[in-house]
């Protein structure tokens, strides 16, 4: 940390965020940290919150917490502000806080080994003072136990000892702050467990003229408020509680509920309470919060911009969305992100903070880089003020950028020049001089600025070598490919079709309407289809892909006498097929191809034959015989090995057109979008080797190969195009190893570690980790899986209790977990306090008919699911609850579970739960999945991530010290 300063951190963080770490410092809420290797990780307590925050302080900053803040921007937090300055105030005596009292002359290691509550402890502790013991040694802190050190050394006086302390006002509330995490806290009664206290079990809450009327059981729980700390004890547990969303009138209201049952928060209040009642109930809620839409929405945002090209000055302006309004049934907050994100646009243009609301730019290359490529973006982003001085000097200002204008009359032929503001013509070579001297800006005689747009040598000239147009400027022909690719850059075309519509547009099938996206879909698969003879549909899952490819099919087929296509889809779609067809085009005649006697249906009269991925390989012969006129992959990441017998099988089917489907075409590496692509449209992205040359590893590769397969590729998310689509939302719930399970799991981890450390061989070091990661996998689901006289996992109460809840409300849930062993094994024991249960793994047979069972039982219900048997294609929107039972290694496959739930039909909000065990393989596996996800979103725009390696392996057994944080 020599290297840190407090300017420093400063300048490593928001202004917000810099601001909330020095209030968690100056509050005292600092967590129990460890530092190693340069390595921060501390554990912070908000309510019954707890925060995992690591912080690696050696070279680049890098920030993993589990704070909203973190999850939504990847910034640096608050927490991480509040540790930084913490451990820079611990290694400079001169910024330390000066204690209260006369500071006794501590032990260089002073340890408090036990901390004992003296008898009457509850009724002393609501009456604002404590009497314990501390059972001090003369060694290093454990962890968990140098926050109390520090509090001696801050507030001790003397030298310490086992002597009583009587404790009251701000030492006491730094005491108790300080003990949140000391795992070793004692009574007469027995020991007492700190953050144990459930929370509160509401029995109805309803909005009225008055307020939010709230009713509850009355319990034995006290309230205590010392300076510094707020929380509540019942029986041998202990909790506290944010004070951040507490004042005194929220505590007398808390106080009245817990005491007689009933509480009222005044319609004035609801405003600054609603998020602590939230907090402190438990779920699912009852009433009116129960039933509450929490919605967000984005801030507004002013920006007034003054100044000339060699300084600029902007004044920001951010206001708080829309009022909620109680009796809608809506609450709206705002949206986490969007200041975070201001910011980092001001930071990334050269913006630099003078006052609270004033930005400033004053490198004149700077200033007029911003004028020339971020103006307008950010025209389009917020509310943007010019001030008449800038406005004057912008006229002066002239931008180039490239223009693509389409030949009249001149099928696939282009005009493509490079062109200023006015409308004056640059020769490409003039331009390319600037560029190549480093120059992009240039003043003129007359004083006018000439600036190269950011566009052309970032944007315009990478996409016209991706796309094999060579010197592009004049008049020049294109291939289809070519033409889609150039005018699919906003701004350097026309805006106008490349070509009339070829089909009507289809705007329902069968008397379902289509949703305006899909009606688009299809008409974009056509064009491409018949333009390209290949396509890729990419739209999230749940938007409706089958739907869009049944509608080409039609339109298709209306075209031509004879048509027939071949549908390939995994074993267990071909009834969801079945039903699609027949209910939205009962025109086109199906036939499958699947089972022992599928050849005595291979003459049958048929628009479409219907198969699966295993026996298309089986019948290949049959299949190079045929000639389809389409040919479609449903799910066509089953051919991202192009090792595979699958991906060598499908290209050698002849076919006029090919289309593949796929929410996730890229699942573990970019070679898998190179497999889909050579069905597709063979040979467009080249040799593998050449494609892994040219796009693996690569700086930039994501986003060349974006602009490579964009005249193909169609991809919407939910986001973008149902908007009326209910949100979702997420938590991880992590739970705790029993000691005893604990001691087992080390044991498993250290000899797994052991005998890998001794094999030469690195093939099967690697073969033996995999297999002691699953064992440790397994052991944290529930221990019982590999020794049946093993406990029964902690996890499998938590779904118990969980399940009889939502039962208790009539909600259906679906359970996930990739072991379906584990889902057989608990299946008898969810009693049926949870709702009728339903089952389905790869051995079950009669998808179609469970799936509709469960989407019509009229009760609670539960749906324990294999995540690789149910995580396509599913429809299973009568949930509006997921629970992964186990992370698993791709987050591709979490998303499609997911998606059964979230998907078009679904009216309510979603929950997804991802169960974890503290300190153990669960949490790596799931920190390791984000840094997976950015290889996944790669092809629209991303960087390209970093598969599973050796090293990501051995961090998931050794622990994340030596996987390092940011990683995730």
Known sequence: ???????????????????????????????????????????????????????????????????????????????????????????????????????????????AVAVQFLPRWQRALTAGALSVQIQWDEAMPEEGESALTRWWDQWGSGAPSAHPLHLKGEVLGAFLRALRTHPRVLSAEGPLESGGVEPLHLLDSQWTDQGLQLRGEPVARHLVQVPGWMGWIEGLSWGGLD?????????????????????????????????????????????????????????????????????????ILVEPPEASSPESGRWITEEPGHRENLLEALRGQGFAPRESDLWVIR????????????????????????????????????????????????????????????????????????????????????????????????D?????????????EGRVALSPAQFIG??????????????????PALHELNGVSLRDYQTEGVAWLADRLEALGGALLGDEMGLGKTLQTIGVMKLLRSKKAGWKALVVVPSSLLANWEEEVARFAPGLR??????????????????????????????????????????????????????????????????????????????????????????????????????????????????????????????????????????????????????????????????????????????????????????????????ELLQPDWAVGEKVHWLKEFLEARAD?????????QFSQFLKKIQPRLSEDSGRIFHLDGSTTQRGEVVKAFQNHGGPAVFLISLKAGGYGLNLTAADAVVHMDPWWNPAAESQANDRAHRIGQTLPVSIYRLLMRDSVEERVRR???????????????EQGTGWSAEDLRGLLLGSDTMGPGRG
């Open 460 to 472: 315009f000239e990478p996409l016209a070598a991706e796309l094999g147009i060579a010197g592009p």
């Open 486 to 503: 150039l005018q699919s850059r906003q701004g350097t075309s026309s805006g106008q079709p490349w070509r009339a519509p070829q089909y």
């Open 590 to 783: 199906v036939v499958r191809l699947h089972g022992a006697d599928r050849d005595e249906r291979r003459n049958q009269p048929a628009d479409v034959f219907l198969t699966s991925y295993a026996t298309l390989v089986r019948d290949l012969a049959f299949h190079r015989q045929a000639d389809y006129d389409l040919m479609v992959l449903d799910e066509a990441g089953a051919i991202r090995n192009p090792t595979s017998e699958t991906a060598k099988t499908v290209v050698k089917i002849p076919a006029h057109y090919r289309l593949a489907l796929s929410g996730t075409p890229v699942e573990n590496r970019l070679l898998d979008l190179w497999s889909i692509f050579r069905f597709v449209s063979p040979g467009y992205l080249g040799s593998r080797e050449d494609f892994s040359g040219r796009y693996d590893g690569q700086g930039g590769s994501s986003k060349r190969l974006a602009s490579r397969i964009a005249p193909f590729f169609l991809r919407r998310t939910k986001a973008q195009v149902a908007a009326d689509l209910p949100g979702k939302s997420f938590a991880d719930v992590v739970l705790e190893l029993a000691p005893k399970d604990r001691a087992i799991y080390q044991e498993i981890a250290q000899a797994g570690l052991s005998k890998m450390e001794e094999m030469k061989e690195e093939g099967a070091a690697r073969m033996h980790l995999l297999t002691v990661l699953l064992r440790l996998r397994q052991f944290c689901l529930s221990p």
């Open 363 to 458: 490198e004149p290359e700077e200033a007029v880089s911003f004028l020339a490529n971020e103006l307008d973006r950010w025209k389009s982003r917020w509310d943007l003020r010019i001030g008449s001085k800038l406005s004057h000097v912008l006229q002066s200002l002239h931008v180039i950028r490239p223009v693509v204008a389409p030949v009249e009359g001149g099928r696939l032929s282009v005009d493509i020049s490079f062109q200023t503001g006015g409308g004056k013509t640059i020769p490409r070579a003039k331009v390319l001089e600037l560029i190549r001297s480093g120059r992009v800006s240039n003043r003129t005689s007359s004083g006018a600025q000439v600036v190269v747009a950011r566009e052309v040598f970032e």
């Open 809 to 817: 409300q009539g909600k259906k849930t679906l359970v996930f977990s």
């Open 243 to 315: 004070e951040e969303n507490f004042d005194a009138s929220t505590v007398d209201r808390l106080r009245g509920l817990l005491e007689s049952g009933r509480a009222l928060v005044p319609r004035a209040r609801i405003q600054q309470e609603l998020q602590a009642w939230l907090d402190l109930s438990s779920e699912p809620r009852p009433g009116w919060l129960g039933s509450l839409r929490l919605e967000t929405a984005p801030p507004r945002v002013e920006i007034h911009i003054e100044g000339s090209l060699n300084a600029l000055d902007a004044r």
């Open 1 to 111: 940390m020599q290297e840190w300063t407090k300017e420093r951190i400063r300048k490593e963080t928001s202004w917000e965020a810099f601001k909330r770490g020095e209030a968690l410092v100056a509050a005292g809420k600092i967590p129990e940290m460890t530092e190693r290797q340069g390595i921060l990780v501390g554990l912070f307590i908000e309510g019954r919150t707890k925060i995992r925050t690591t912080v690696k302080t050696r070279g680049v900053l890098e920030v993993v917490c589990s704070c909203r803040e973190n999850r939504t921007t990847g910034g640096v937090c608050a927490h991480a502000v509040a540790m930084l300055l913490s451990r820079l105030a611990e290694k400079s005596p001169a910024a330390r806080v000066q204690p209260k009292t006369e500071p006794r002359r501590a032990p260089a290691k002073l340890r």
């Open 928 to 942: 390791l999945q984000n840094s997976k996800q950015s290889l996944i979103e790669g092809v629209n725009g991303g």
